[in-house]
């Protein structure tokens, strides 16, 4: 089992966006000092949900902080940036690493991200499939051109080469940076598997929903060609919420008495690109549905609890929001609680 750190970023009410980044920062640097096996860094434009605008960019920063952990973003969103411009760092990132970046990539949403960058709701209806083949094509051969729909150039080299890497040749970053796809739909999952990329499962979804969005990757990964040992290694990530004290009511409390207050001025953030309506849940209930849904109480429960979504899933791999507390203080024991008192029992 491969436990993580997921980090927003996330600016809670009262804080400014330095303070926000700074936690980030050093929730990664105490994640790798308390054993932990990855951190997953998101992004987002123009809301204080989070404050890093290029996952890409802080992956960067912490694998130049850390030497051990694995950093991968969660997600870079592909329809607002060009696919070998996102290549190109993942490639950087991968060699200069010594393979310790994961490229996670996702769709987004409809909005205005999507006007400021130029790239426009197409990109995000129709587009997400051609700008994952070419970043895919990127990533794995020697020279690449496009006669797409949206992406035409002529063949050129690609450098840095990402399986120049100075690794073993059995090493699995031997042939350049793992790559996951975020799935929130059966298309997406659909598209993930018909390449053989493994998932990104959101901490809004429960271990059966997770379960069935697996089964669906399966079925549509043999469809496409991929043979059973392929279906079977995919290591997909599950993401989730964790916060660690002594008692589960003390560690409900202290989520359900910050996170509703991020949740409303961050989710309540989002701007459409065209203008269409888009319901907000409820913060305060959906904080008390991710304290049901993942681990939150004492360590043995939080072990449990992540025993059981591998067991119900088979996703051995987790992000785990660790900053839900809003403070600095409180995020960095819950990181080393989560590295001391609860990885040992689930490795």
Same mark, same amino acid.
């Given at each position: 089992?491969?436990?993580?750190?997921?980090?927003?970023?996330?600016?809670?009410?009262?804080?400014?966006?330095?303070?926000?980044?700074?936690?980030?920062?050093?929730?990664?640097?105490?994640?790798?000092?308390?054993?932990?096996?990855?951190?997953?860094?998101?992004?987002?434009?123009?809301?204080?949900?989070?404050?890093?605008?290029?996952?890409?960019?802080?992956?960067?920063? !912490? =694998?130049? *902080?850390?030497? +051990?952990?694995?950093?991968?973003? %969660?997600?870079?969103?592909?329809? /607002?940036?060009?696919? &070998? @411009?996102?290549?190109?760092?993942?490639?950087?990132?991968?060699?200069?690493?010594?393979?310790?970046?994961?490229?996670?990539?996702?769709?987004?949403?409809?909005?205005?991200?999507?006007?400021?960058?130029?790239?426009?709701?197409?990109?995000?209806?129709?587009?997400?499939?051609?700008?994952?083949? !070419? =970043?895919? *094509?990127?990533? +794995?051969?020697?020279?690449?051109? %496009?006669?797409?729909?949206?992406? /035409?150039?002529?063949? &050129? @080299?690609?450098?840095?080469?990402?399986?120049?890497?100075?690794?073993?040749?059995?090493?699995?970053?031997?042939?350049?940076?793992?790559?996951?796809?975020?799935?929130?739909?059966?298309?997406?999952?659909?598209?993930?598997?018909?390449?053989?990329?493994?998932?990104?499962?959101?901490?809004?979804?429960?271990?059966?929903?997770?379960?069935?969005?697996?089964?669906?990757?399966?079925?549509?990964?043999?469809?496409?060609?991929?043979?059973?040992?392929?279906?079977?290694?995919?290591?997909?990530?599950?993401?989730?919420?964790?916060?660690?004290?002594?008692?589960?009511?003390?560690?409900?409390?202290?989520?359900?008495?910050?996170?509703?207050?991020?949740?409303?001025?961050?989710?309540?953030?989002?701007?459409?690109?065209?203008?269409?309506?888009?319901?907000?849940?409820?913060?305060?209930?959906?904080?008390?549905?991710?304290?049901?849904?993942?681990?939150?109480?004492?360590?043995?429960?939080?072990?449990?609890?992540?025993?059981?979504?591998?067991?119900?899933?088979?996703?051995?791999?987790?992000?785990?929001?660790?900053?839900?507390?809003?403070?600095?203080?409180?995020?960095?024991?819950?990181?080393?609680?989560?590295?001391?008192?609860?990885?040992?029992?689930?490795?």
């Amino acid at each position: 089992m491969r436990v993580g750190a997921f980090i927003l970023a996330a600016q809670f009410p009262g804080q400014g966006q330095g303070e926000a980044l700074h936690r980030a920062v050093r929730s990664a640097e105490v994640a790798e000092e308390a054993g932990l096996d990855d951190v997953w860094l998101a992004e987002h434009h123009f809301v204080p949900y989070g404050v890093c605008p290029n996952a890409a960019t802080l992956a960067g920063l !912490l =694998l130049g *902080r850390t030497r +051990r952990i694995g950093v991968g973003t %969660a997600v870079s969103v592909l329809p /607002t940036q060009h696919p &070998v @411009a996102l290549g190109e760092q993942a490639a950087l990132l991968h060699l200069a690493s010594d393979g310790r970046f994961t490229l996670g990539v996702g769709r987004g949403g409809p909005w205005v991200d999507l006007e400021v960058f130029g790239s426009g709701l197409e990109a995000y209806d129709h587009g997400f499939p051609e700008s994952l083949d !070419l =970043l895919m *094509r990127w990533l +794995r051969e020697p020279r690449v051109g %496009a006669q797409g729909e949206r992406y /035409t150039f002529r063949e &050129v @080299a690609v450098v840095p080469r990402p399986a120049e890497a100075l690794l073993h040749p059995d090493d699995p970053g031997a042939g350049g940076p793992p790559v996951v796809v975020a799935c929130t739909s059966p298309s997406s999952v659909r598209t993930a598997a018909a390449r053989g990329l493994p998932m990104l499962l959101g901490m809004h979804c429960g271990d059966e929903e997770k379960a069935e969005m697996v089964a669906l990757w399966r079925s549509a990964a043999r469809e496409a060609g991929l043979d059973g040992d392929e279906v079977a290694a995919a290591a997909h990530v599950s993401a989730g919420l964790v916060q660690i004290a002594d008692d589960r009511e003390a560690a409900r409390e202290t989520l359900t008495k910050a996170m509703p207050g991020w949740l409303r001025q961050g989710l309540g953030a989002h701007v459409t690109v065209d203008g269409r309506y888009r319901a907000m849940r409820d913060p305060l209930a959906y904080t008390e549905l991710l304290c049901d849904l993942h681990p939150v109480g004492p360590p043995q429960l939080c072990a449990d609890r992540l025993a059981a979504t591998a067991e119900r899933t088979g996703i051995t791999r987790f992000a785990l929001l660790v900053e839900g507390s809003g403070d600095l203080a409180a995020t960095e024991e819950n990181v080393r609680r989560l590295g001391t008192e609860v990885l040992p029992q689930v490795e």
